[in-house]
T-cell receptor, first 115, second 111 residues
Framework: NAGVTQTPKFQVLKTGQSMTLQCAQDMNHNSMYWYRQDPGMGLRLIYYSASEGTTDKGEVPNGYNVSRLNKREFSLRLESAAPSQTSVYFC??????????????FGDGTRLSIL | KNEVEQSPQNLTAQEGEFITINCSYS?????LHWLQQHPGGGIVSLFM???GKKKHGRLIATINIQEKHSSLHITASHPRDSAVYIC?????????????FGKGTKLSVKP
């Protein structure tokens, strides 16, 4: 099993360009998450999806959109990239189980630079 | 004040030393996670605990719910343990498993 797969691993964009970060998981997890990681800060939640067809804002959603295409895939879109969005982006997934805590499984990250 | 505080921020140790990384939090939690992030960037879950102590190989995680504090210990440290260790908590009433993360502790183990 591949677990959580993110593409691309690296990307350089110019200010104003758009792009979509892809994430797919093969563990049949219900919940999926997008985080950003910046130097000196903890991981911050951008958006999450509790199930197929639902998405909710996290701590830092401005400038981003998401799509939960199906149970496997959760994409993150930057419509008009800004230098402040230079970061490392992580996708994660989690199995939801009533009253039982489950860990999140992370992808390898996407390093995004906006010039 | 951050809801999850880790100490130290940076830690350098000699191979073989016993290492302790601390995590304090200010919210009521249903679970606490310890994660490891290697220099390549990938993040893996080491432990998830809500009480007591867990052990896996040379790693031991403890939590004191009353004191809102957790520690991660590494016995007989090795250079391959060099990584960033991240503490994260799931708060009571937190939606959909959302985690609050500490800033991480960067560990470097010298041979």
């Amino acid at each position: 099993n591949a677990g959580v797969t993110q593409t691309p691993k690296f990307q350089v964009l110019k200010t104003g360009q758009s792009m979509t970060l892809q994430c797919a998981q093969d563990m049949n997890h219900n919940s999926m998450y997008w985080y950003r990681q910046d130097p000196g800060m903890g991981l911050r939640l951008i958006y999450y999806s509790a199930s197929e067809g639902t998405t909710d804002k996290g701590e830092v959603p401005n400038g981003y959109n998401v799509s939960r295409l199906n149970k496997r895939e959760f994409s993150l879109r930057l419509e008009s990239a800004a230098p402040s969005q230079t970061s490392v982006y992580f996708c994660a997934s989690r199995r939801e189980q009533d009253r039982v805590n489950q860990p999140q499984h992370f992808g390898d990250g996407t390093r995004l630079s906006i010039l | 004040k951050n809801e999850v505080e880790q100490s130290p921020q940076n830690l350098t140790a000699q191979e073989g030393e016993f290492i302790t990384i601390n995590c304090s939090y200010s919210v009521g939690i249903s679970a606490l996670h310890w994660l490891q992030q290697h220099p390549g960037g990938g993040i893996v879950s080491l432990f998830m605990l809500s009480s007591g102590k867990k052990k896996h190989g040379r790693l031991i995680a403890t939590i004191n719910i009353q004191e809102k504090h957790s520690s991660l210990h590494i016995t007989a440290s090795h250079p391959r343990d060099s990584a960033v260790y991240i503490c994260a908590v799931r708060s009571h009433g937190g939606s959909q498993g959302n985690l609050i993360f500490g800033k991480g502790t960067k560990l470097s183990v010298k041979p």
